[in-house]
């Protein structure tokens, strides 16, 4: 019995033991793949603008994995993937004086002015799909969205995305929002 009785207690040992381990090497996995880069200016830029570090970290993921040079397509740069017209629009809030587009790829600047655009974003939608919906989409498609009955009930929350990208970029940002905010506990 008492052979028995240490047998119980070694198993549940070596039970708990390879849980932790097991979930040591999840969360190893994991954060490779939910990286935190620039936290210093994150960490600024959130504290400034009254923007969530786990939101910033998900469109940053979302939008350039963290490239600083990346450049999209249809001209968007650096980081948070800022169109050169919109930093324009957020320069003439006299943010800071003029800047040339070519700062964009600067990992300071694009997180200052992504988390502005967010911070304005947040102070004009009411849940996080629409402020990630305007931030991918725009603001005027938004709006317009919100105003057709077929995507919105009351004109302020969205019941559907009616772009397939937008829809496919909400879900992979709040997914990795979720991530950020399970994985790291941030100072």
């Known amino acids: 019995m008492r052979y028995r009785y240490k047998s119980l207690i070694l198993s549940f040992l070596i039970f708990i033991f390879a849980g932790f381990a097991l979930y040591c090497g999840q969360a190893f ?9 620039y936290y210093d200016y994150i960490k600024e830029s959130a504290e400034k603008f009254d923007v969530e570090k786990d939101l910033i970290l998900a469109i940053i993921k979302s939008e350039s994995n963290f490239r600083q040079d990346a450049e999209s397509h249809a001209g968007a740069i650096g980081l948070m993937q800022v169109m050169p017209e919109t930093f324009e629009w957020l320069q003439t809030h ?11 790829k600067d990992p300071k600047t694009n997180v200052k002015y992504g988390t502005y655009l967010l911070s304005i974003l ?8 629409e402020i990630i919906c305007a931030y991918n989409a725009g603001i005027g498609t938004v709006d317009k ?36 905010k399970n994985l790291y506990f941030y100072d």
């Not at 947040?122 to 799909?129: A, C, D, E, L």
């Open 29 to 37: 996995f994991f954060k490779k793949a939910y990286p935190i880069k």
């Open 94 to 104: 006299n943010l800071m004086p003029y800047l040339d587009v070519g700062h964009l």
């Open 122 to 129: 947040k102070k004009r939608y009411n849940t996080f799909v």
């Open 145 to 180: 969205w919100l105003k057709d009955s077929r995507y919105s009930l009351d004109g302020k929350t969205l019941k559907k995305i009616p772009y397939p990208d937008t829809l496919i970029y909400v879900k992979n940002v709040l997914e990795s929002k979720r991530m950020y």
